[in-house]
């Protein structure tokens, strides 16, 4: 089966030309079969030929319509994939970028600067680890740090995650399973390199749409499922992501151990090439069929190496009475639950950058999203004086606009690191946010400052 894996990539990833700031410097290149080729070191990335990626005996390529593709057949799955990467153009030729490449194409370099000259070998095999005792104390730099940035906008540059130590794991939304099936999904190779550069991990995610009648019949397409793992571990690997975040929300209870299956699908040639998967999880909750009973969050234990517990939408957005979208009090008394059913170093604790606004009379009320970095503005406007709230860990706030009453449950950093804390009170293995753009500036400085971070154990 050959799936044209990102058929829509041209204008989204921007495959051709690519503006670069530095003057391109010629190099020499020494290796097997490379005297011929010719590469040039621009912005601390060298550029070579695209035929040297065929080199490490791992990849083929083809051209069509100038687009470039790379042949890949991922481990654990027979059918050969195409995907697309970018080139750019420099003197009249066109090179690909060897330093994010070269890696997934199974070569190694070495740079001598004085001599301006590029060694390329081909990647010896990795030697099998040898089994050690494991380690129950968690390592802080290993420590999952995921932020949904669901428009391809965190900018490494600024650092701003750098205030929190951990694995840093930037998590674009690229669109839905059926996106993975047509080739029509989100790309941006200028985000990913930068994320590489900066040593950040990325993982995008991939939603249902949350429709439970065209989930319920892709979980019972085997052929459909087929085509979306095979292009998801053959983008994975030519783009070396670190896994898939999978948020398959509203889904027919009756379809949760097809849903389990697929996973269970999915995992294999994910973790043969060496990349993660993550499910989006709601806290259990008996009276919501389609958001919560959707899930055998013990049988996914098994083949996700982390669950990830959406702890918002407390109070939902439909909610005819006001309160709290994300309190400590809702996540203390949730989280066992989950950790009975999940093993706590595998749970991940989601928490948000937003809350709402509710207005009306209770019984009557309707709600707007408020990002938590308009909170400043939302006090000076209505010179409301916070109330604490020391059950939900949380500032109120409570006001008359027109005669109409607004409540809203804050969150900010003092709640935020309230609910931190409970990642070293049940040992879970780390937090992701919701999400970029939504945050205060430095809250994540902010956090640290506040919050312990000792490992659990």
């Known amino acids: 089966m050959l799936n044209k894996i ?22 020499k290149l020494k290796g097997d079969g490379l005297q011929d080729f010719s590469a040039y070191e621009m912005d601390g990335s060298f550029y070579t030929a695209p035929m040297v ?6 990849w083929k390529l083809s051209w069509e319509k100038d687009h470039l593709y790379v042949y890949v057949t991922p481990k654990g799955l027979p059918a050969e994939e195409k995907v697309e990467i970018p080139y750019t153009d420099i003197n009249g030729g066109k090179y690909v970028d060897l330093s994010y490449f070269g890696d997934a194409a199974g070569l190694t370099y070495t740079y001598k600067d ?29 420590r999952p740090l995921v932020l949904w940035d669901v428009n391809f906008l965190y900018d490494p540059d600024k650092g701003s995650l750098d205030s929190l130590e951990g ?28 994320a590489k550069d900066h040593g950040l991990s990325v993982m995008p995610l ?3 749409d949350f429709e439970v009648k065209k989930t319920a019949a892709f979980m019972r397409d ?4 087929d085509r979306v793992i095979s292009t998801m571990a053959a983008l994975g690997e030519v783009y070396g992501l670190y ?15 097809l849903y389990t299956a697929f996973m269970k699908k999915l995992s294999a040639p994910l973790h043969d090439n060496g990349m993660k998967l993550t499910a989006d999880i709601t806290v259990y909750n008996a009276g919501s069929p389609t958001w919560s009973l959707c899930y055998d969050r013990t049988a996914l234990s098994e083949y996700c190496d982390y669950e990830i517990i959406m702890g918002y939408d407390e109070t939902p957005r439909t909610s005819k009475y006001a309160g709290s979208v994300s309190s400590y009090s809702w996540l203390d008394k949730n989280i066992p639950v989950l950790t009975a059913m999940v093993p706590p170093e595998k749970l991940i604790l989601g928490l948000p950058f937003y809350t709402r606004v509710y207005s009306g009379n209770p019984g009557y009320m309707t709600s707007k999203t408020l990002a938590m970095k308009d909170e400043d503005s939302l006090l000076r406007k209505t010179h409301a004086k916070p109330v604490w709230q020391p059950d939900a860990r949380q500032y109120t706030l409570t006001w008359r606009e027109r005669g109409i009453l607004h409540r809203v449950y804050l969150e900010e950093e003092k709640s935020l690191a309230a609910k931190v804390e409970l990642l070293s009170k049940y040992h879970l293995a780390g937090l992701a946010f919701w999400r970029h753009g939504f945050e205060m500036d430095d809250i994540y400085g902010k956090l640290g400052e506040r919050a312990s971070f000792s490992p659990g154990v």
């Not at 990102?6 to 190099?27: E, F, H, R």
């Not at 085997?222 to 499922?225: F, S």
């Not at 898939?244 to 379809?255: G, I, Q, R, T």
């Open 6 to 27: 990102a058929a829509a990539l041209a204008a989204l990833m921007a495959v051709s030309s690519v503006s670069l700031a530095q003057s391109p410097v010629p190099v």
């Open 53 to 58: 990626l065929t080199k490490g005996g791992t």
């Open 114 to 142: 004085k001599k301006k000259e590029l060694t390329i070998k081909k990647m010896k095999p990795a030697k099998k680890q040898k089994n050690h005792k494991k380690d129950n104390s968690m390592d802080l730099s290993s």
């Open 167 to 194: 694995n840093h794991i930037l998590s674009p939304s690229i669109g839905s399973y059926g996106d993975m099936e047509k080739g029509t999904y989100k790309w941006d190779f200028s985000y990913l390199k930068k």
């Open 206 to 208: 991939i939603h249902n």
């Open 222 to 225: 085997e052929k459909r499922q």
């Open 243 to 257: 896994g898939y975040n999978m948020d398959f929300e509203n889904m027919d209870p009756k379809d949760k151990d």
